[in-house]
């Protein structure tokens, strides 16, 4: 039997890490596990400029111990009046790694988000020019569209028209959540990628529909029916390039979640490893780990592998029901939970 796994380190490809005390308390959550993290802009206001992005980059370092070898990568927040050289300008600054497209009114604090993409047609352009990746929330937000569809929707109505007009623009399509998505992207052409998060591959919408309302099972988009599900598992384990790691940690306030109106986002840093690799070995496929959460995430972008190494041991964590986080508690996923693989740094 398998007792401890060696794998370059992981970057994680989808992270939100908030501002101000949020970020104090979570940072380190993600820079203990992962190397490197695509950093969602959706701050309130989104980071729509370089500045911005430089000044958050500076924030979030701050907010880790002196000489953690973390690398924040930042994002654009498209918005429909974007400047096409501004993206242009970061990107070649080394400043945004990538940019987020969010259907306006998809999710949090995505209000001044994309109404329409023909609007943001001139800054794709120039992504596709210079080879920068853009993340898209792949979600309509149309109100006569069910919420259990809105992802299957947004194919056929977004991202099959959009990848058929800039046919070598680089697009993640992220925390994917259905079969429709996983069938797209195996049959997309090699510049169209998926990212997957811990919490879809574990729990179904049973999790937070049944025997009560759960407010901490609940993300967006939200977890689907189980065929998704196990679609999604085969798609992480498969070991095609086309699937990495990006856990969308989405940190709010236990009050902020346990409310009349939850907010969406499930705060999986803590653990994010240890509930992946679950997973992988529920799966039968430990030699599949290293290529989805080292390997296929910076192929896809240009970027060199980790050096460093990392080790997982197989004894037991014990996940507690909340984590300290600057003084907030958060509930963390598998809050309460056990989890057969320990990160021994
Ligand atoms: O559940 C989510 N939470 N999904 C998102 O797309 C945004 C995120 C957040 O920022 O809280
Ligand atoms: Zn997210």
């Known amino acids: 039997m398998t007792t401890t796994i060696t ?11 908030r501002d101000d005390a949020m970020l104090q308390g979570v940072a380190s959550y993600t820079a203990r596990q992962f190397a490197r993290a695509i ?28 000489g953690a070898a973390f690398e924040p990568l930042m994002t654009c927040y498209l918005t429909d009046n974007l400047d096409p050289e501004e993206v242009r300008r970061g990107f070649e600054a080394g400043v945004f790694t990538a940019a987020k497209l969010y259907p306006a009114g998809a999710t949090t604090n995505s ?10 047609r001139g800054v794709l352009e120039v992504m596709a020019e210079i080879g920068m990746v853009l993340c898209v929330h792949g979600e309509v937000t149309a109100a006569d569209i069910d919420i259990f569809d809105r992802e299957a929707v947004f194919i056929e109505q977004v991202l099959k028209p959009l990848i058929a007009e800039i ?13 429709d998505a996983v069938r797209f992207v195996e049959a997309a052409p090699a510049n169209v990628a998926a990212t997957i998060t811990p919490q879809h591959l574990h729990i179904n919408r049973n999790a937070m529909l049944v025997g009560g309302m759960r407010p901490h099972a609940y993300c967006l988009p939200v977890a689907k029916r189980e065929l998704h ?7 992480a384990t498969s070991g095609l390039p086309k699937f990495f790691l990006g856990t969308d ?12 109106c939850g907010c969406a986002g499930i705060f999986n840093a803590p653990f994010a490893l240890e509930s992946y690799l679950a997973v992988f070995e529920a799966e039968e496929a430990l030699e599949q780990f290293e290529g989805f ?13 980790n050096e460093e190494a990392i080790t997982l041991e197989k004894r037991d964590t014990g ?10 508690q958060l509930v963390p996923f598998h809050a309460g939970q056990t989890l057969g693989w320990t990160f021994a740094g």
Do not use: C
């Open 249 to 260: 940690s989405a940190p709010h306030t236990r009050s902020a979640k346990e409310s009349a």
């Open 39 to 66: 950093v969602m802009p959706n701050l309130t206001p989104p980071i729509t400029t370089v500045e911005a992005a430089s000044a958050y980059r500076d924030r979030i370092m701050a907010a880790l111990p002196d």
């Open 229 to 235: 599900r196990l679609a999604l598992r085969r798609a």
């Open 293 to 305: 959460a080292s390997l296929h995430g910076p192929a896809f972008y240009g970027l060199p592998v």
């Open 319 to 328: 996940v507690p029901e909340t984590v300290d986080a600057g003084g907030e």
């Open 167 to 179: 046919p070598s623009l680089k697009v993640v399509f992220e925390h994917i959540t259905t079969q």
């Open 111 to 120: 209000d001044s988000g994309v109404t329409d993409v023909a609007k943001i």
């Open 7 to 17: 794998i370059r380190r992981p970057d994680d490809w989808h992270v939100h890490l």
